[in-house]
T-cell receptor, first 119, second 113 residues
Framework: NAGVMQNPRHLVRRRGQEARLRCSPM?????VYWYRQLPEEGLKFMVY????????ESGMPKERFSAEFPKEGPSILRIQQVVRGDSAAYFC?????????????????FGPGTRLTVT | SQKIEQNSEALNIQEGKTATLTCNYT??????LQWYRQDPGRGPVFLLL?????KEKRKERLKVTFDTTLKQSLFHITASQPADSATYLC????????????FGAGTRLAVHP
């Protein structure tokens, strides 16, 4: 009974390269959330997706960042032209029910994270 | 501005004692408050959820209180064990903002044998 899976677990990119982070939700979950955690800070919400739809991207930087959750396959968080400030841990969470049902019914289960280092 | 404050310094306690962690929030009116545990190199793991109309919630050795007047939640671990050593995150949940969990920076707890 696999939980949320993320890969790679560690990713090193040079400034200006692209980073692609993958998230496979728990079985039966069709709602995915991405968070970013900077050192010594709390996790910050980035984007909420359902299959093939972006529901809320209010936490995403306007430039260079994009996310998708296709009908088949994992959710992808894509960062173009990475800069040093993008170095962080990126966590994905999934829920079985839509978030609007509330945190009790739409509990978010977190993956182990991808640690991105930009050199 | 909205702020969540958790003890930034690590909390060191002796095995068997009760650990009490504090979460204060300002300029929020959360409908719920959640507590998570995070181990190094891992994602947060849900522990407890308390609703705004609940004063206290218990689960095994864990107890959470929620005071909406003081804007504070306390998280207690009784009979603490070295395996309880981790960072504990407070996460108020705003009504209508259920998809975007808001986390404090966390308090690191170290339980010594």
């Amino acid at each position: 009974n696999a939980g949320v899976m993320q890969n790679p677990r560690h990713l090193v990119r040079r400034r200006g390269q692209e980073a692609r982070l993958r998230c496979s939700p728990m079985k039966g979950h069709s709602h995915v959330y991405w968070y970013r955690q900077l050192p010594e800070e709390g996790l910050k919400f980035m984007v909420y997706l359902q299959k093939e739809n972006i529901i809320d991207e209010s936490g995403m930087p306007k430039e260079r960042f994009s996310a998708e959750f296709p009908k088949e396959g994992p959710s992808i968080l894509r960062i173009q032209q990475v800069v040093r400030g993008d170095s962080a841990a990126y966590f994905c969470a999934s829920s079985a029910r839509p978030a609007i049902r509330g945190p009790g019914l739409a509990r978010q289960y977190f993956g182990p994270g991808t640690r991105l280092t930009v050199t | 501005s909205q702020k969540i404050e958790q003890n930034s310094e690590a909390l060191n306690i002796q095995e068997g004692k009760t650990a009490t962690l504090t979460c204060n929030y300002t300029n929020y009116s959360p409908a719920y408050l959640q507590w998570y545990r995070q181990d190094p190199g891992r994602g947060p793991v849900f522990l407890l959820l308390i609703r705004e109309n609940e004063k206290e919630k218990r689960k095994e050795r864990l107890k959470v209180t929620f005071d909406t007047t003081l804007k504070q939640s306390l998280f207690h671990i009784t009979a603490s064990q070295p395996a309880d050593s981790a960072t504990y995150l407070c996460a108020p949940v705003l009504r209508g903002g259920y998809n975007k969990l808001i986390f404090g920076a966390g308090t690191r707890l170290a339980v010594h044998p």
